[in-house]
């Protein structure tokens, strides 16, 4: 290891970064240096090298991908390729671009990408665990996910990965990326300062919790439940929207579950559809899944929480008739 070097330890991988550093990410202990797990290098590289990739299906004007190799570029920001799950070359737009905006992609989009060509079952969500023990909290942008987490941080669980959520085929959770995203109205309702935190990018007002503002959990656990984030409303749905509430119909579950994969278009363009599908379907006949009515506000949010099991109650909850259920899971 050369002296611009670090390495790091995520997902059960080794991360070796040579020129940009990732405090992110914890940094590998010396019984990982000389440990055999697998080895990624990230490395700042030089697009006009790369060769020409054949037309795909699953491109966009921003986005390249065949089996093993996958381009993407952000607009004044740079580029990424990420290649057969052991690099990840990245190139800044112009010497205007921070480090930080650098790796607010290189640790979404590059690093999902390169977890999938490694074949692992990626989803978009949040891992937490207690008690030995993982729950996954799935839901669209802005549902929630990372106030819910900073929240069971503060009530004994430990926080496994942040919005890359990996899944081993024995369904252990692998920990990930040891941070939560925070906007500027939740960080302030949660009594942060967010002059005090570092920003995602340059001019947004969103903020990193990471290193000892988080308790984290550093080894692989068994997935216990999964579920399905939504806001409680006031609809004919009012005797299930308090509720935590079982989603006992196959196709449903199914559905769901599969719309909650990270970046499916990355599965398609990769030519990892089919070991997808099958992690996905044998991860939804050994977890049960549940939704999760969050109250609108966060101070309701975890009163109501201190009051629930999550470890179990996805498998305990009842669930409504079919036509409810999706109603419930859509909301």
């Not at 202990?29 to 090298?49: K, R, Y």
């Not at 999964?226 to 449903?252: F, M, P, V």
Request: a negative charge; one cysteine or more.
């Amino acid at each position: 290891m050369t002296s611009s070097e670090t390495r790091y330890r995520a997902f059960e991988l080794t991360w070796c970064s040579q020129g940009l550093a990732i405090p992110e990410l914890p940094v590998c202990s010396a019984d990982a240096l000389v440990g055999d797990s697998p080895l990624v290098e990230i490395q700042a590289e030089d697009p006009g090298c790369w060769p020409e990739l054949a037309p795909g299906l699953h491109d966009t004007p921003f986005l390249q991908m065949a089996r093993g190799d996958l381009r993407l570029t952000v607009d004044d920001i740079g580029c990424f390729r990420i290649t057969d799950g052991v690099r990840i070359g990245w190139h800044r737009q112009h010497s205007g671009v921070s480090d930080q905006d650098l790796r607010t992609f290189l640790l979404g989009s590059a690093v999902g990408a390169l977890l999938i060509q490694r074949g692992i079952l990626v989803l978009h969500g949040n891992a937490l665990e207690k008690d030995g023990k993982a729950i996954v909290c799935m839901g669209y942008s802005g549902a929630g996910k990372s106030t819910l987490a900073y929240a069971l941080t503060q009530q004994g669980w430990r926080l496994l990965a942040d919005d890359l959520v990996a899944v081993s085929p024995d369904g252990l959770v692998l920990p990930g990326i040891p941070r939560i995203k925070l906007w500027h109205d939740a960080a302030k309702a949660f009594d942060l300062d967010p002059d005090e935190l570092p920003p995602i990018r340059q001019g947004m007002h969103k903020y990193l919790l990471m290193g000892e503002a988080l308790q984290c959990a550093t080894e692989p656990v068994p997935l216990k439940a999964l579920y399905l984030i939504h806001q409680r409303r006031h609809t004919a749905l009012d005797s299930y929207e308090g509720r935590i509430t079982r989603i006992t119909s196959e196709k449903t579950a199914a559905l769901r579950l599969r719309n909650q994969a990270f970046r499916p278009r990355f599965v398609r363009g990769l030519d990892q559809e089919g070991p997808n599908f099958m992690a996905l379907a044998l991860l939804q006949r050994r977890v049960p899944m549940a939704t999760l009515p969050l109250p609108s506000t966060i101070s309701a949010m975890r009163d109501w929480l201190e009051q629930q099991d999550l470890l179990n109650a996805a498998a305990a909850a009842a669930g409504p008739d079919e036509a409810i259920e999706d109603a419930l899971v859509t909301a």
